[in-house]
């Protein structure tokens, strides 16, 4: 038995789920395929609803 | 991940963590290494619009700031070559060629499966010309365009542009280095090329290979001369792209493709078109589509704002065709659904809302986990219960559920943690 949790993707969805399963005092695993996380997000200018910058 | 075994509570886990070759405790995320590396190749984050080094962060804000090695193209990696740049810049000592692959084990009590998706491919579609066209670009490759960070620091060129001003470039170099050569042979024999070339049209040198080599350089210079001014002639005749069309619905509402609709992609051309005509006031963006969705908390009124503030365009119709005019400029053909006439418009860019599929590779990690996918390849979930897969204590969320945009992947992505710390509470 183990309380981990492993979140795989590092995408908005993932880095999301990792924050909140860490804030909840949960160890968690993250597996990216790519060299950094931010999934697809990063690569947008900025975003709707608000155009705030992606970053 | 290579491998998962066990069941709910009870995951055990092989993942492959992949070489950098860079030791994470050393690097810095100075860059130095990045800027003496003598290998450039196309750069997958600017959608290989750009360029990057072998030795590479993937983008600037990254993290990790780690920088990595990419063994496929680095010369040191590639067999015959000597480099090991990177190794002799780097005072922190943190390259290392030996470093390996690790494999770890890992016991997890839940899973949460947040793998995202991928942009359907537009070359399927070929009347749309995307990959012949060159100023046919799909809408993540436009946001590149658009952004500081991007290729072109934010100024939407056409792509032809773009691909001429790097020939210019590149012509220019070249032809440095063949003067040079021409300076060599003018040195030794104090003549400028071009008398010299005269007299051996004329028949007045006829020995020796060097000589015949000179008049070779010589027409080469000379014919590379022209063509560099005929690119620059056509590249200053180009100023920033400012007619714009953006294509809806591109492999999605489409019974060839995906059937679904892929939900974010009117919101995010009006975006797009926004941020183009924030960008440059000249802009002229059309939008054709079918109809505009734009369903979620104030996006109706950001499609009227765009309307009737930013001044854009919404054209009723499902574009029929894409060719290009003599300038490399896409004309769209289409039907004004409004007045039943068939009509084409000439752009500088059209820019294709492609669909939001499941990602490359998903079959496989289903396969592992032992989770059902449904008719459209995304993670099976039940209606009532949208994160839950197929097997309990794996979760899904984002994406690799269903296309969705960020509010919705962020409120998909908090209830999932909620899931998984449920199926964990009160375990170990
Ligand atoms: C052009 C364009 C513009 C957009 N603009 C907006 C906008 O303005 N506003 C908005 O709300 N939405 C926008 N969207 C939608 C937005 O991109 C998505 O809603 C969001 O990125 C989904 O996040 P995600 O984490 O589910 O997926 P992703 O961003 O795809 O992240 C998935 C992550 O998982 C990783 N991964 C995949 N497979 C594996 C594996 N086997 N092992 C390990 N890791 C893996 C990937 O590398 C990636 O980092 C836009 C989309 C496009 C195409
Ligand atoms: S590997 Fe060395 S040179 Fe390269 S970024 Fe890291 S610390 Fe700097
Ligand atoms: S969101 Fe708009 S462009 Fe995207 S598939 Fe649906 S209707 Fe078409």
Redesign the pocket.
């Known amino acids: 038995m183990s309380k981990d949790i492993l979140v ?7 880095m999301q789920a990792s924050l909140d399963l860490a804030d909840m005092g949960l160890q968690v695993h993250m ?4 060299p950094c ?5 990063a690569q ?1 200018d ?3 609803p608000t155009n705030d910058c ?1 970053m | ?1 290579e491998k998962v075994t066990g069941s709910n509570g009870d995951f055990a886990v092989t993942v492959r963590k992949k070489a950098r070759y860079v030791d994470e405790d050393l690097c810095t995320g100075c860059g130095a290494c990045a800027e003496k590396c003598p290998t450039t190749v196309p750069d997958e984050f600017n959608m290989g619009l750009g360029k990057r080094k072998a030795i590479y962060k993937y983008y600037t804000q990254g993290i990790p700031s780690t920088f990595c090695i990419d063994a496929v193209h680095c010369r040191t990696f590639q067999k015959g070559k000597k480099c090991g740049v990177c190794e002799k810049i780097c005072q922190a000592k943190a390259i290392d060629y030996k470093q390996e692959d690790k494999i770890l084990e890992l016991k997890v009590g839940a899973i949460v499966l ?4 991928d ?1 359907f491919d537009a070359a399927k579609l070929p009347e749309y010309g995307y990959g012949r066209i060159t100023n046919v670009i799909n ?2 490759e ?2 590149r365009l658009l952004s500081a960070s991007g290729p072109t620091e934010g100024h939407v060129e056409r792509l032809s542009d773009l691909r001429d001003h790097e020939l210019i470039h590149s012509g220019e170099k070249k032809l440095k280095k063949a003067t040079k050569t021409l300076g060599k042979y003018e040195k030794k024999h104090k003549k400028s090329s071009a008398d010299f070339y005269k007299e051996f049209t004329a028949g007045n040198i006829s020995d020796g290979d060097e000589f015949a080599k000179w008049a070779k350089q010589y027409e080469s210079v000379q014919e590379a001369t022209k063509k560099l001014e005929a690119l620059k002639a056509k590249a200053e005749k180009f100023d920033v792209a400012t007619r714009l069309a953006f294509i809806q619905c591109v492999g999605s509402r489409d019974f060839r493709f995906n059937k679904y609709c892929s939900s ?2 009117c ?2 051309s009006i ?2 078109a926004m941020i183009a005509k924030d960008h440059e006031a000249r802009t002229d963006a059309y939008i054709f589509n079918m109809d505009l969705r734009t369903v979620g908390k104030g996006f109706e009124e950001y499609k009227v704002r765009g309307a009737e503030k930013t001044g854009l365009n919404y054209v009723r119709g499902r574009v029929a065709e894409i060719t290009q005019d003599e300038n490399e400029n896409p004309i769209i053909w289409y039907e004004e659904t409004t007045s039943q006439t068939p009509k084409s418009l000439t752009v500088d860019l059209a820019i294709l809302a ?1 669909a ?1 599929e499941a ?1 490359k ?1 998903i079959e496989k ?1 289903a396969e592992m986990v032992g989770v059902e996918l449904d008719h459209n390849r995304f993670f099976k979930t039940d209606p009532l219960n949208p994160l839950d897969t197929t097997v309990p204590g794996i979760f899904v ?4 559920q269903g296309p ?6 962020v409120a998909q992505a908090s209830s999932a943690a909620s899931r998984a710390a449920e199926a964990v509470a009160g375990k170990a």
């Open positions: 795989i993707g590092g995408g908005i969805a993932g597996v990216e395929k790519l996380i931010g999934g697809k997000m947008l900025k975003t709707f992606a | 991940m947040a793998v995202g998706y942009l809408a993540l436009f946001e974010y992609c919101m995010h975006k797009e492609v939001c990602p590779g990690i969320c984002g994406c690799a969705m945009d960020i509010p919705e992947s």
